[in-house]
């Protein structure tokens, strides 16, 4: 167990539709990560944010947005879904956010969008 | 641009032998920091090790060793004596930022079945 926790475990959700994952990070980090992982596209890094402050920004859509509020939880918005959205969505922490740090995986969401 | 190369993408081994995961990365930076990650079956990305750019020992836990060799820009994996238990894909990754603001930049992968 990473410590890091996500929720929904599995969300299945139509077209055009808007969800909203939820992460918490390990007590004590600061920074927290998101990647998308699908077959097609493997793991992509999408953002982070280090103590509430957007960090870094990978190759997130427009249509997705996120943010890290004061208690250090973060959420990925993704808006307007499109099948291929479908993929394990996976939230990391790390203490300081640099680039040393090794990042702690939770276990991941799973959206489908049919 | 960063990038990290898995030539192998599927190895299959039987238990006991000893198998290496290659990865090759790409950066114009000199400071950047190396990562293996396991993704066993039950979907979890687990850390496996981080290396900076800067130092280039070789290191070892237990059955597993990573060679690091800047000269080849390589940073490969053996497990030694493989076990069914280290049937997962394993992923390289890389970090060139600076102390703040990351961006992680992982390799496409290895996957790895150890037949009993």
């Known amino acids: 167990d990473s410590g890091v926790t996500q929720t929904p475990k599995h969300l299945i959700t139509a077209t055009g539709q808007r969800v909203t994952l939820r992460c918490s990070p390990r007590?004590?980090?600061?920074?927290v990560y998101w990647y998308q992982q699908s077959l097609d596209q493997g793991l992509q890094f999408l953002i982070q944010?280090?103590?509430?402050?957007?960090?870094a920004k990978g190759n997130i859509l427009e249509r997705f947005s996120a943010q890290q509020f004061p208690d250090l939880h973060s959420e990925l918005n993704l808006s307007s879904l499109e099948l291929g959205d479908s993929a394990l969505y996976f939230c990391?922490?790390?203490?300081?956010?640099?680039?040393?740090?090794?990042?702690?995986f939770g276990p991941g969401t799973r959206l489908t969008v049919t | 641009a960063q990038k990290v190369t898995q030539a192998q993408t599927e190895i299959s081994v039987v238990e006991k032998e000893d198998v290496t995961l290659d990865c090759v990365y790409e950066?114009?930076?000199?400071?950047?920091?190396l990562f293996w990650y396991k993704q066993p079956p039950s979907g979890e990305l687990v850390f496996l090790i981080r290396?900076?750019?800067?130092?280039?020992q070789n290191e070892i836990s237990g059955r597993y060793s990573w060679n690091f060799q800047k000269s080849t820009s390589s940073f490969n994996f053996t497990i030694t004596a493989s076990q069914v238990v280290d049937s997962a894909v394993y992923f390289c990754?890389?970090?060139?930022?600076?102390?703040?603001?990351?961006?992680?930049?992982f390799g496409p992968g290895t996957r790895l079945s150890v037949l009993p």
């Open positions: 944010y280090y103590n509430g402050e957007e960090r």
């Open positions: 990391a922490s790390s203490g300081r956010g640099g680039a040393r740090d090794e990042q702690y």
């Open positions: 990754a890389l970090s060139e930022a600076d102390n703040y603001g990351q961006n992680f930049v």
């Open positions: 007590s004590g980090d600061l920074s």
């Open positions: 290396r900076n750019s800067f130092d280039e």
């Open positions: 950066t114009r930076d000199t400071t950047y920091y």
